[in-house]
């Protein structure tokens, strides 16, 4: 009577030890693992968080938007700081509303003033989101960007 207990106490253990992280933290690793590679200048794998298929409102593929982050990184290196992140799954979709703080430095640093930044603003954002396999990827990025309040 013991061993049928144990096994299924260890079967349950097992079961959600194996599950993994859920669909929201999954989401979240994706963004914070995109805005990573964008602070260390690697636009391919920030790119990588983007589906193929990504169309946002504004028109722009994922094609536009690598080339829209290659153009910033050539101006200077990026800081972000993503907060009050609230997702939303819904099946095979979701959506990931939340506050980035953008600041951009000088691409090159000479002197000290160099390290003043030369941009920052602030991006209430919504992103959609989609499973392709077993991956998630967003497919738009829309929102408002309003200029960060002097410092």
Do not use: H
Not at 28 to 33: A, Y
Not at 65 to 74: E, G
Not at 132 to 145: L, N, P, Q
């Amino acid at each position: 009577m013991r061993l049928p207990a144990l096994l299924a106490i260890a079967a349950l253990a097992l079961g959600s030890a194996c599950s993994g992280p859920s669909d929201e933290q999954r989401i979240l690793d994706l963004v914070k693992d995109g805005a990573a590679a964008l602070e260390a200048g690697e636009v391919d794998e920030a790119a990588d968080a983007l589906s193929d298929a990504y169309a946002d409102a504004s028109g722009r593929s994922k094609r536009d938007m690598v080339r829209l982050a290659a153009f910033a990184l050539r101006q200077g290196r990026v800081r972000i700081w993503l907060r009050e992140p609230q997702v939303e799954v819904r099946g095979a979709e979701a959506e990931l509303r939340l506050v980035a703080f953008a600041l951009q430095t000088n691409s090159t640093v000479e002197e000290l003033a160099d390290l003043i930044p030369t941009d920052a603003r602030r991006f209430e954002l919504a992103l959609t989101l989609r499973r392709e396999g077993r991956r998630w990827k967003v497919v738009a990025i829309d929102g408002e960007g309003i200029p960060a309040a002097p410092f």
